[in-house]
């Protein structure tokens, strides 16, 4: 059975940072490109952050561009998100999954919270 389990959120001031893992057991996730997502109270579910299956090439989004770094471990089937300069507005639930996303592989996220 196929499993995501985000990890590493919390409780952060603005302008401090914060890393998400994500591990996936279950099969291997190194031939796929992998994404970050998030869902913030009242809105709908974005795109966040993606990495192609060699690492060579990451997509972000343009609210998080210039702070936000995503990376991945193969070996150890596992992608991570380094979080910089948080803001209010990056309050959220963040989720991992295949980039575009598989409704089935969806985690229970991590979640995100930035005072001001």
């Known amino acids: 059975q196929v499993q995501l389990v985000e990890s590493g959120g919390g409780l952060v001031q603005a302008g401090g940072s914060l890393r998400l893992s994500c591990a996936a057991s279950g099969r291997t996730f190194s031939s796929y490109t992998m994404g970050w997502f998030r869902q913030a109270p009242g809105k709908e579910r974005e795109f966040v952050a993606a990495i192609s299956r060699s690492g060579g090439s990451t997509y972000y989004a343009d609210s998080v561009k210039g702070r936000f770094t995503i990376s991945r471990d193969r070996a150890k089937n596992t992608v991570y998100l380094q979080m910089n300069s948080l803001n209010p507005e990056d309050t959220a639930v963040y989720y991992c999954?295949?980039?575009?996303?598989?409704?089935?592989?969806w985690g229970q996220g991590t979640q995100v919270t930035v005072s001001s």
């Open positions: 999954n295949k980039d575009p996303p598989i409704r089935d592989y």
